[in-house]
Structures are given as C-alpha cells and as structure tokens.
C-alpha cells in the first residue's frame, strides 16, 4: 500500500486565527483606563494639529509610557475618536551595571582612587567589589602597575597622577539622553561589556479621529435585562464588537475522525443492501484464516514474520469433521476440478491460532454456515480491525481496520464485480475507475482497482477485489453456479486522504492529536 | 510480490521495439504487470551509499517490474520477454522438448541438462539472477528447494545424493580458496552477509545432504553452497542442474521454469536433456517433466464467468496470447487447452477463464450490476455501539480510538493486577513488547492517550466503546471479544461525581432505571486499580457489568499522568 505524500491535503487544522487586540467587551471590562487620563491625552492631542508620539505624551504627562498604551487601546475602542499609527524606534538605555557606574564611577576608576600612594596589596585590592574588572582594565589603561617583588607580597601602585573616567561619562550622556553624541563603536563597546543595551519601544503615532472630542462618554459593553425593562438602552452608546475575534468554543464532546469515516463506510454498505458480518472475533485460527481460503500451508504470509500467533490459547479445537477433510483434500489432492496444491496438508497447522490477517476470515465462516442452508443470495460487509506482524512506518500499523464487501449469487460475472465495484467507489465520490490484473491465493480472477487522482494527475491503487476460487467455495458446499464476488480496502487510508494526515500514528493510537479530533470536520465522502 | 530487474534497452531489444515509458507502463498493466521503478545501478547505488560510491557506475536504464508471486515463469528477462510478445502476438509459445539421458543421480532430488548452451554476459547475468528469484519465491528462501548449477564437463555421472554427518564432509565450496569441512562452514558462514540466512536450515540435523559425482567430487552442499570445483563460467557450455527439495511438487515446478528459460540459449533451441533419478526402493523417474496438460472447458463457460460473448474461435485466440495453446475442438463451443510447463499457476478452470478476461482486457468488459436482492441488517452489537457513541460524544466526552495490542504491563503491572488474572490471550512472535498481549481492558489505551496529550486545556474527558478480548475455553479458538464502554475524566480534582454521572446517562440512553432489582446500582467494591474506598462494582438487574472510581495513584504515576483522574468501564453485551 502506497501514500504519496503530496497527495494529502495541505494541513486543515490552521487554528492560527487572525490574532486581535481585544477580545469582545466582556462583563466587567477592567481594560478601561481611567477617564481622567484619557481626557488628559486628547487635551494634550487637541493643541497638535498633526498628531503627537505616545512616549511624548507619557513624557509630558509624567506617566509610565505602558500607561499610555493602555489609554490609546481604550480610545481605540471607541471608534474613530482618535486615529493611530503603530511605529517602533530603538534607543539605548543603560543596564543595571550601567546605571551604578554612572552613578560610581567605573570599575578602574574605582580602583584607581582607592589606591593611596604609598599602594596598596594586591591582594587586598581583590578584595573590593570592583577589584577584578577594575584592575585588569586600571593595568591596560596604564593607570596602575604591579611590583611582583614587594616584600610582604605583590604590591599595586598608581602610575599617573590623575585620570579621567570616559566611561562614565559616556554612560552618563546616554542617561540624560544623548547618546546621539557617542559614536556607534562606543556604544557597541559599551554593550559588550554589558553596560547599553538597545531596546525597541514600540509607540503609537497619534491623531486626531474623525469624531475628535475631548470629552468621553462611556459606552456600554453589554445589553442588560435592566436595560430593557427600563429602556435606558435606547439613551445608550454600545461599545463596537469586535468580529474579527474568535468565539468562545462549544463546550462539546468529539467523535474520532476514524470512526467517523467508519460510520459513512458503514452507511454506504447499508444503502446498497448489504448486512453486516460478526467480526467481533479478531482471535482466530489457521485453518478459517488461510486454509479455508485455500491459502497453501508454506505460503509466505503464514510465516512468522507475518502474522501474529497465539501463545495462549495456542490451539484450535472443533473444526466442521467433515469440512475440513474436504479441505486437506483439496490442498493435498486436488478436486473439484483442480489440480490442487499437491502437498502434505497438515491439521497441525491448521490449528496454529493467530489474529486474524483479514477479516475475510469472517467472510469464510459466514459463506461456509450459508452453505450449510438453501441457499440464498447475500450481500455481506464487514469494517473491523486485522493485525499484521510487518515492518511499521508512517503509513503501516500493526493493527488496521479492513473495509470488505460479499456479494454471493448464482452466475454472478467479473462484470458484475466491476458494475458493483462501480457503485461502491461513486458513492465514495471516485467514478474513474480502472482494473489491473493481480494475484490473490484465494480469488480468480484477482484485480486490483485504480482510481484516477485528479490533484496527483495519476492512476492510484485504491482497493484489492476478486472471484473466490472454486476450490474455496465448493468444498463448503455451496452450489456449482454460484459465484462470490468480494472486494476490500483499508480504512485507515482514506481516513488519512479525507483529513490531511501524514502520519497514521497522529490518526490511530494514543499518540493521536486531541485538538485534531477536536477540530476534525464531519465526514461526506462524496464531497 | 517479487520484483524483476532489466535493462531496458536489453528489453526491447528482445522485444524488437521501442516503447515510450509511459506506453510500456500501459502494456504492464493491461498484462498484469506493474513498471514499479525507472532507475539505473548509478541510480541505485548513489541513493543507497552516496553520489561518491556511484561514480562511475552504468547509468543504463533498469525496469523494475513487480510480478505477481505466483507467476515463476515471469521471474527473468527470457520469461518476461517470451510471456509479452505471445501476448502481443509477436510469438508463438515455444514448445519444450525432452530428450534422451546420460546422467542418473541417486536418490530424493530431481536434474536435468542443458547441452551446448551459450552464454553471453547479460545471458549468464540472468541465468543466474533467475536461481537467486526462484530460491526467494517458490523455493521459500532454499527451505523447500535447493538448486544447483554445475559445469557438466567438469565431473563424471552417475551422481550421488546422500547425507553424512558434517564432519565427514570435506571440500572446496564455491569461490573459496581452500577446503572446509562442513562443521567449518557452517562457522564460517555465520558472518556471511547472504548464505547465513540459509544456515538455520540445517543447523541442528546430524547428518547434511550432500551431492557427489562418481569420482567422489563434491558437487553441492544443498541448500547453502555449490562445490568450487563445478563451477559454472560465461564459457561453459553444457549445464549440469540438479534441484534437492523437501517438496517435490515445487522442485518440479523449480526446475520446469530454469529448463524452460534458459533452453533458449541452447544450440537446439528449447530442447533439455533428461536425467533418471533412482530412488533406493529402486524406483526411477525421469526429469524434467515437462508436462503438458490439456483442460476442456466451453466458451460458454468462460463468457458467463466473465461476463462477455466471444465465440470460442475468439476465447482460443485469447487464450493463446497467454501462452496457454488453445484450439476450438469442433464438438459445440468445446475449447481446448494445453497448459505448458511454465504454467504451474494454472490449475483450474478459473485460473484459464482469468487469462481469457486478461487478454480480452479487464477494462473491456462491460461493467453491469448484479440483479442480487437482498435485505440489509446491521450487526445488534454495532448498531448498539453506534447510537452510544453519538451520545457520549454529545455529552461532552471525545472518542478515543485505541491498539488492540499492548504489553503485559500495561493490562497487569500499570493497572495493580496479576497478569495471570487478566485472561490475557498471548502473542508467541510480538516483534517489540507493544505486541504481547490482545488487551483485556480498554482503560491503559484512554490512559496513555491522556498521556500524549498532557498539554492539552483541562479536563479532558475520553471514551471508547471497543473490543477487548479474553480467553474463553467455550469457544473453538479458546478467546472471544467483549465489547466494552470505557471512559477517564482528567483534572485537577479526580471528579467522581462526572464519571458517576455519565453512568447515569448511559443508563438512561439504555433505558434503565436506577433502583436494585430490574434497574442499575452501583455498590462499593474492592479493586487493586482504584484509590481504596474510592470505587464501586457497577449492576445492571442483579448482574455486574463493571466498575467505576478513582484511579490509584500509583496508576496515574504508571501511567506518567500528574492529575487525579476517574474512571468508569462496563461491558455493554447485557443491554443487547
């Protein structure tokens, strides 16, 4: 089975929704900044013909700048009373460390004055709080010298007479807001060493709006029963929704998209008549999984590799007596007009319990229990899970579910498989439909179905279908001219086509994506 | 399926004419066949181990074509060609002749001869190719057939096959510079990135077969390796092939389709010389069999199977394009059919009124629908299933859909329980311990997938109604499936009373009134899983149908969850 990934879908689940500044007004809207403020900004706003910066006016007001953000945002609610425009501008601003030395003085000039002129230990000049910067950058800037050879230990002199403190002072002017004057080098220097840092401040550009007031009148959030039976909403201003918000989501439970492609499969089958099979066993044993299907006993999909067996219970017992030597012989001699597989049959094999590879194990037990009546024609359908010991990756699982339609009746034709098969996939909304050739031990004819993939431009295998084989049904002892036509696909791949899915671990299992589920649409497979 | 590699330009070459891929592709499908891959060994090689590995390797194009398993005769270049140009009526099907003996061998195997064969390098290349495909499909990876390939020039008849203990055996295998002793071998093959996979064959026998000629030359070791001595080369001219087997039918079948091949190349095309097998009761046989076979069937009965109307002129005609010689004997619509040896897959009528709808083409036949009526009934326990799930998805839990397959932890160890009280159905072959066990309850499944989603807003309410399975000696194969109704409530207080509540309401979608008799009641109860004196056994008229209650810690930490969490899980087969 093959998944083309550029086949699927692009993803559906983009929940990435047009974010917005506010959310709708809500009972008890605390955003409102106060009124006083906001008729302190359009005061200020009224004097400036062509609009003003939010960090002016924080300036001029005394105001943290934030403060004036959450005013702008409130006269932004409601509605054209002020305009604004979004801008960002960065600026340097000391650090921490930045602003105590420009307060101190640096961490070399520190150490300079601190040194008398008779010096002083170096090992007491480690132990200032500046004393390590300090000395490194006081030697490199040739302020200070060493004396290894002092008696009574290493020994720290001043060199020169004076100094001057650049540092700080090139602080200092950013703090008053001159950084202007630095060149860019300097304030890069100062940033290594952690003293400047440039910030983003994003402000707002604001003017005048088109119903420019200085006064503001409170807007209502919300509709009130109060309100109506007073009829005071009709003196009322309501604050604007905002619809480009989201709403609030259902409080609801999900169905998985899986079972949900389930339900429509299952429907699809009850349309065109079909009844449901038993599949509710998925232990089953050799003999209903493959020997009865006329699958020979060394058949590679009997192999350890393959198929899951059972440890316990290990064993089958009670097979149909009779039946089943009519199957040894089949297998062992031939019969019914075949020449068989020619090979020891063995009851031990037969026996080996495994979990069923397919479910048309089910398909055989219910076509053997049909024969044992007058016949009938039937139509059968099953969508249950089968297991298979393979090789996983993002399209294979161990477990899968098997989707398979029965049709059993006197001369039914390959045609016949084909016009029905016709149905099936329209109903799926596939109506180009081609048949290839295959092989399948336990059909003859065998064809595998294409559909034609309008976004991939190409034939895509879409199911596996057939006749059984004469020496599957008549040694169950259904009648010479009956034929049973039948046909299957895996659940899982249309499953993951219909909703975008890539990797079947995020559709089946526990590593599935609730919010997916969450999210998932309703499934029409015709559309 | 196995899949055929060729040259393409070798390909149509031997078909004598070019075909667009696209074109050859269409052949395929019509033919049954599928052009799996347009590839070149550069090609191959550079996406295997790099471009630096690939240079300089042939960028001639390669076909990769998928064939169906059951079709040895299209295992190589000769089989392909040979099977397209009959079908394309280009060819007549060649007819295989078997002529007098001079080898004999002695006993449990089947040989024949190619006499004056030869060989070019594609040829050999093939020939050879064509063992390695055979040894993979029918021959079951070497355990049911063995074949052998030697230089008949080389050694002297009559053969012998025997067996001896491994270390009687002694000899120089194939493309080896000294002599071995069997025992050695085996040892020295371990590490054999190819023939190890074979060694497991006969590992633990005390005696190996082995195949003599009469001057005591080791022929073949069946089934891991050929003697050097034999050897075959681009110059031999006359093949000596022997094929050992633990089934006769497919040794058979493996040496018709070699002989049948490879005939080809022989100065008298298509002709293979017999060899006699004597069997130690005495008995002998002479192979290849090369047997034809002629069925009778009716054009009626090809045009009612397939559901078309050709006279049985046109259905021989249609058969003969697939290699199966057909002639309309004269009595009614009576055609016969002679199916050759290369045609092991055709064993009944059926697989003949299959060729016929192929050559006719699959995507001729009238498509029409069946006049079957019938009535359609949904299976009671789905129908039940269906209409729980939509309401437990309407009140507010999200349907979870869980592996059938998990560890013995996970049912036993995770959940406080004795894996030996879980009726647990084992798996004998489980490739990871994700596959050891079919799940008794659905309650690890729902956790784990709480698991996954951690991060997801709180609470998180979960159900599935699925199948669990247990062992039940009343049932034929020993287990049957139980549909359950499961369902974890998740936050940050364990919530009983929301899991208590969802009983209420599945009770009340079942139609069931709460009271002790006829109705539903629950009772407090013991159980290793949930918090003590925080769960209570669940019954439905007298009868326990399951429990609910809060989860042990210990379980939430097993199960890598932080938060409480409850739980509820019934089996729904009483409420049918």
Same mark, same amino acid.
């Given at each position: 089975?093959?998944?083309?990934?550029?086949?699927?879908?692009?993803?559906?689940?983009?929940?990435?929704?047009?974010?917005?500044?506010?959310?709708?007004?809500?009972?008890?809207?605390?955003?409102?900044?106060?009124?006083?403020?906001?008729?302190?900004?359009?005061?200020?706003?009224?004097?400036?013909?062509?609009?003003?910066?939010?960090?002016?006016?924080?300036?001029?007001?005394?105001?943290?700048?934030?403060?004036?953000?959450?005013?702008?945002?409130?006269?932004?609610?409601?509605?054209?009373?002020?305009?604004?425009?979004?801008?960002?501008?960065?600026?340097?601003?000391?650090?921490?460390?930045?602003?105590?030395?420009?307060?101190?003085?640096?961490?070399?000039?520190?150490?300079?004055?601190?040194?008398?002129?008779?010096?002083?230990?170096?090992?007491?000049?480690?132990?200032?709080?500046?004393?390590?910067?300090?000395?490194?950058?006081?030697?490199?800037?040739?302020?200070?010298?060493?004396?290894?050879?002092?008696?009574?230990?290493?020994?720290?002199?001043?060199?020169?007479?004076?100094?001057?403190?650049?540092?700080?002072?090139?602080?200092?002017?950013?703090?008053?807001?001159?950084?202007?004057?630095?060149?860019?080098?300097?304030?890069?220097?100062?940033?290594?060493?952690?003293?400047?840092?440039?910030?983003?401040?994003?402000?707002?550009?604001?003017?005048?709006?088109?119903?420019?007031?200085?006064?503001?009148?409170?807007?209502?959030?919300?509709?009130?029963?109060?309100?109506?039976?007073?009829?005071?909403?009709?003196?009322?201003?309501?604050?604007?929704?905002?619809?480009?918000?989201?709403?609030?989501?259902?409080?609801?439970?999900?169905?998985?998209?899986?079972?949900?492609?389930?339900?429509?499969?299952?429907?699809?089958?009850?349309?065109?008549?079909?009844?449901?099979?038993?599949?509710?066993?998925?232990?089953?044993?050799?003999?209903?999984?493959?020997?009865?299907?006329?699958?020979?006993?060394?058949?590679?999909?009997?192999?350890?590799?393959?198929?899951?067996?059972?440890?316990?219970?290990?064993?089958?017992?009670?097979?149909?007596?009779?039946?089943?030597?009519?199957?040894?012989?089949?297998?062992?001699?031939?019969?019914?007009?075949?020449?068989?597989?020619?090979?020891?049959?063995?009851?031990?094999?037969?026996?080996?319990?495994?979990?069923?590879?397919?479910?048309?194990?089910?398909?055989?037990?219910?076509?053997?229990?049909?024969?044992?009546?007058?016949?009938?024609?039937?139509?059968?359908?099953?969508?249950?899970?089968?297991?298979?010991?393979?090789?996983?990756?993002?399209?294979?699982?161990?477990?899968?579910?098997?989707?398979?339609?029965?049709?059993?009746?006197?001369?039914?034709?390959?045609?016949?498989?084909?016009?029905?098969?016709?149905?099936?996939?329209?109903?799926?909304?596939?109506?180009?439909?081609?048949?290839?050739?295959?092989?399948?031990?336990?059909?003859?004819?065998?064809?595998?179905?294409?559909?034609?993939?309008?976004?991939?431009?190409?034939?895509?295998?879409?199911?596996?279908?057939?006749?059984?084989?004469?020496?599957?049904?008549?040694?169950?002892?259904?009648?010479?001219?009956?034929?049973?036509?039948?046909?299957?696909?895996?659940?899982?791949?249309?499953?993951?086509?219909?909703?975008?899915?890539?990797?079947?671990?995020?559709?089946?299992?526990?590593?599935?994506?609730?919010?997916?589920?969450?999210?998932?649409?309703?499934?029409?497979?015709?559309? | 399926?196995?899949?055929?590699?060729?040259?393409?330009?070798?390909?149509?070459?031997?078909?004598?004419?070019?075909?667009?891929?696209?074109?050859?592709?269409?052949?395929?499908?019509?033919?049954?066949?599928?052009?799996?891959?347009?590839?070149?060994?550069?090609?191959?090689?550079?996406?295997?181990?790099?471009?630096?590995?690939?240079?300089?390797?042939?960028?001639?194009?390669?076909?990769?074509?998928?064939?169906?398993?059951?079709?040895?005769?299209?295992?190589?270049?000769?089989?392909?060609?040979?099977?397209?140009?009959?079908?394309?009526?280009?060819?007549?099907?060649?007819?295989?002749?078997?002529?007098?003996?001079?080898?004999?061998?002695?006993?449990?195997?089947?040989?024949?001869?190619?006499?004056?064969?030869?060989?070019?390098?594609?040829?050999?290349?093939?020939?050879?190719?064509?063992?390695?495909?055979?040894?993979?499909?029918?021959?079951?990876?070497?355990?049911?057939?063995?074949?052998?390939?030697?230089?008949?020039?080389?050694?002297?008849?009559?053969?012998?096959?025997?067996?001896?203990?491994?270390?009687?055996?002694?000899?120089?295998?194939?493309?080896?510079?000294?002599?071995?002793?069997?025992?050695?071998?085996?040892?020295?093959?371990?590490?054999?990135?190819?023939?190890?996979?074979?060694? +497991?064959?006969?590992?633990?026998?005390?005696?190996?077969? &082995?195949? %003599?000629?009469? #001057?005591? !030359?080791?022929? $073949?070791? /069946?089934?891991?390796?050929?003697?050097?001595?034999?050897?075959?080369?681009?110059?031999?001219?006359?093949?000596?092939?022997?094929?050992?087997?633990?089934?006769?039918?497919?040794?058979?079948?493996?040496?018709?389709?070699?002989?049948?091949?490879?005939?080809?190349?022989?100065?008298?095309?298509?002709?293979?010389?017999?060899?006699?097998?004597?069997?130690?009761?005495?008995?002998?046989?002479?192979?290849?069999?090369?047997?034809?076979?002629?069925?009778?069937?009716?054009?009626?009965?090809?045009?009612?199977?397939?559901?078309?109307?050709?006279?049985?002129?046109?259905?021989?005609?249609?058969?003969?394009?697939?290699?199966?010689?057909?002639?309309?004997?004269?009595?009614?619509?009576?055609?016969?059919?002679?199916?050759?040896?290369?045609?092991?897959?055709?064993? +009944?009528?059926?697989?003949?009124?299959?060729?016929?709808? &192929?050559? %006719?083409?699959? #995507?001729? !036949?009238?498509? $029409?629908? /069946?006049?079957?009526?019938?009535?359609?009934?949904?299976?009671?326990?789905?129908?039940?299933?269906?209409?729980?799930?939509?309401?437990?998805?309407?009140?507010?839990?999200?349907?979870?859909?869980?592996?059938?397959?998990?560890?013995?932890?996970?049912?036993?160890?995770?959940?406080?329980?004795?894996?030996?009280?879980?009726?647990?159905?084992?798996?004998?072959?489980?490739?990871?311990?994700?596959?050891?066990?079919?799940?008794?309850?659905?309650?690890?499944?729902?956790?784990?997938?709480?698991?996954?989603?951690?991060?997801?807003?709180?609470?998180?309410?979960?159900?599935?109604?699925?199948?669990?399975?247990?062992?039940?000696?009343?049932?034929?194969?020993?287990?049957?499936?139980?549909?359950?109704?499961?369902?974890?409530?998740?936050?940050?207080?364990?919530?009983?009373?929301?899991?208590?509540?969802?009983?209420?309401?599945?009770?009340?979608?079942?139609?069931?009134?709460?009271?002790?008799?006829?109705?539903?009641?629950?009772?407090?109860?013991?159980?290793?899983?949930?918090?003590?004196?925080?769960?209570?056994?669940?019954?439905?008229?007298?009868?326990?149908?399951?429990?609910?209650?809060?989860?042990?810690?210990?379980?939430?930490?097993?199960?890598?969850?932080?938060?409480?969490?409850?739980?509820?899980?019934?089996?729904?087969?009483?409420?049918?």
């Amino acid at each position: 089975m093959l998944i083309c990934s550029d086949w699927m879908l692009s993803p559906r689940f983009t929940a990435d929704v047009t974010s917005c500044p506010f959310p709708r007004p809500s009972q008890g809207d605390s955003s409102m900044a106060d009124t006083g403020l906001l008729e302190s900004l359009l005061r200020l706003l009224e004097t400036v013909d062509d609009g003003t910066d939010s960090q002016d006016v924080a300036a001029d007001l005394g105001v943290d700048h934030q403060v004036i953000v959450g005013a702008v945002k409130s006269l932004q609610a409601l509605g054209e009373v002020i305009s604004t425009e979004q801008k960002s501008s960065k600026h340097w601003e000391l650090t921490g460390e930045g602003r105590e030395i420009a307060e101190q003085g640096s961490h070399e000039a520190r150490v300079f004055n601190a040194i008398p002129d008779e010096g002083l230990p170096q090992n007491e000049l480690m132990k200032m709080p500046s004393g390590k910067v300090g000395f490194s950058k006081a030697m490199s800037n040739k302020w200070i010298r060493l004396d290894k050879a002092h008696e009574g230990g290493p020994r720290v002199f001043k060199t020169v007479e004076t100094i001057e403190d650049t540092v700080r002072d090139k602080l200092q002017l950013v703090q008053k807001g001159q950084s202007a004057k630095l060149e860019d080098k300097e304030k890069n220097d100062l940033k290594k060493r952690k003293l400047l840092s440039e910030v983003t401040v994003k402000s707002y550009w604001i003017t005048k709006g088109s119903s420019f007031s200085t006064t503001i009148t409170k807007q209502e959030t919300e509709l009130t029963p109060e309100m109506i039976a007073s009829g005071i909403w009709k003196e009322k201003t309501f604050k604007p929704y905002n619809f480009e918000a989201m709403g609030v989501a259902a409080d609801c439970g999900h169905l998985h998209p899986l079972m949900k492609v389930r339900t429509q499969f299952r429907q699809i089958f009850l349309e065109m008549g079909f009844t449901e099979m038993p599949t509710n066993n998925f232990i089953e044993s050799s003999f209903w999984n493959f020997d009865s299907l006329f699958q020979p006993q060394q058949h590679p999909a009997r192999d350890q590799h393959d198929t899951f067996f059972i440890s316990d219970p290990a064993l089958a017992h009670e097979f149909p007596q009779d039946y089943l030597e009519r199957v040894k012989k089949v297998h062992s001699e031939g019969g019914y007009g075949s020449q068989g597989y020619k090979y020891d049959w063995k009851i031990e094999e037969a026996q080996k319990n495994l979990l069923r590879t397919h479910t048309t194990a089910v398909s055989a037990r219910m076509l053997y229990k049909l024969a044992q009546q007058k016949f009938t024609p039937v139509k059968y359908f099953s969508i249950d899970r089968v297991f298979r010991n393979e090789t996983l990756d993002a399209t294979h699982l161990a477990e899968f579910h098997q989707i398979e339609g029965v049709v059993a009746d006197y001369g039914l034709t390959l045609g016949n498989l084909m016009g029905v098969l016709h149905q099936f996939f329209t109903k799926l909304g596939i109506t180009k439909l081609r048949f290839k050739p295959a092989y399948n031990p336990y059909t003859e004819p065998s064809m595998e179905v294409f559909s034609y993939h309008e976004g991939l431009k190409k034939w895509v295998e879409v199911g596996n279908s057939g006749v059984f084989r004469p020496e599957m049904l008549l040694p169950m002892g259904l009648p010479e001219g009956v034929s049973v036509i039948a046909w299957g696909l895996s659940l899982e791949r249309p499953t993951m086509i219909k909703y975008g899915i890539n990797n079947i671990r995020e559709l089946v299992g526990h590593k599935v994506n609730l919010q997916m589920v969450y999210d998932s649409p309703i499934c029409r497979l015709d559309s | 399926m196995p899949t055929v590699s060729v040259k393409r330009d070798l390909l149509f070459e031997a078909l004598g004419q070019k075909y667009t891929d696209e074109e050859f592709d269409e052949l395929c499908f019509e033919f049954g066949l599928e052009l799996d891959e347009i590839t070149s060994e550069k090609e191959i090689l550079s996406r295997e181990q790099g471009d630096e590995k690939a240079e300089g390797a042939s960028d001639v194009v390669l076909y990769k074509i998928d064939v169906p398993a059951n079709r040895y005769d299209l295992l190589c270049l000769e089989g392909l060609v040979r099977g397209l140009q009959v079908f394309k009526e280009k060819l007549e099907a060649p007819r295989y002749k078997r002529v007098s003996p001079t080898a004999s061998v002695r006993p449990h195997a089947v040989a024949a001869v190619l006499r004056n064969i030869t060989f070019t390098q594609e040829r050999y290349e093939s020939f050879i190719e064509l063992q390695e495909k055979l040894h993979q499909n029918i021959c079951r990876k070497r355990t049911l057939v063995a074949i052998g390939t030697h230089d008949l020039d080389t050694i002297s008849g009559p053969f012998t096959y025997t067996a001896k203990p491994p270390g009687d055996i002694r000899f120089k295998p194939l493309n080896q510079s000294k002599e071995y002793t069997a025992a050695e071998l085996m040892s020295h093959y371990k590490t054999d990135s190819h023939l190890r996979h074979y060694l +497991h064959i006969m590992e633990n026998e005390p005696l190996y077969p &082995i195949i %003599y000629d009469s #001057n005591g !030359i080791v022929l $073949s070791m /069946p089934p891991i390796i050929n003697g050097d001595h034999s050897k075959i080369s681009l110059n031999t001219k006359n093949i000596f092939i022997e094929c050992t087997a633990t089934d006769l039918t497919k040794a058979k079948i493996t040496l018709d389709m070699i002989v049948t091949m490879f005939s080809e190349y022989c100065d008298e095309p298509f002709t293979v010389e017999e060899a006699e097998v004597v069997y130690p009761d005495g008995r002998l046989c002479v192979y290849p069999e090369l047997a034809y076979r002629t069925e009778t069937l009716s054009g009626d009965f090809i045009n009612k199977r397939v559901g078309i109307n050709e006279s049985a002129e046109s259905i021989a005609q249609l058969l003969t394009r697939m290699c199966l010689r057909s002639e309309v004997s004269g009595e009614g619509d009576l055609i016969q059919v002679e199916i050759p040896p290369t045609r092991a897959d055709v064993i +009944h009528a059926c697989d003949i009124m299959e060729d016929a709808a &192929i050559a %006719y083409g699959f #995507n001729n !036949i009238f498509r $029409s629908t /069946p006049r079957t009526y019938t009535v359609a009934n949904q299976l009671p326990l789905n129908k039940l299933t269906e209409l729980l799930r939509q309401d437990l998805a309407a009140a507010g839990f999200t349907e979870a859909l869980t592996f059938a397959l998990c560890s013995q932890e996970d049912i036993a160890d995770k959940l406080r329980k004795n894996i030996v009280e879980t009726r647990a159905v084992h798996i004998s072959n489980p490739k990871t311990a994700e596959f050891q066990v079919v799940r008794t309850c659905l309650l690890p499944g729902l956790l784990k997938t709480l698991a996954a989603n951690r991060k997801m807003p709180l609470p998180l309410k979960l159900f599935e109604i699925s199948d669990v399975v247990l062992k039940d000696e009343t049932k034929d194969v020993g287990a049957r499936n139980n549909r359950r109704l499961c369902a974890v409530y998740y936050n940050k207080s364990p919530g009983f009373e929301v899991i208590h509540g969802l009983l209420d309401r599945v009770m009340q979608l079942l139609d069931v009134k709460p009271g002790r008799n006829q109705g539903y009641h629950i009772q407090a109860a013991e159980d290793s899983t949930f918090f003590p004196g925080r769960c209570a056994e669940i019954f439905s008229c007298g009868k326990s149908i399951g429990h609910l209650g809060v989860l042990h810690p210990d379980v939430i930490s097993r199960f890598e969850l932080t938060m409480p969490c409850s739980a509820i899980d019934i089996d729904i087969e009483p409420f049918l």
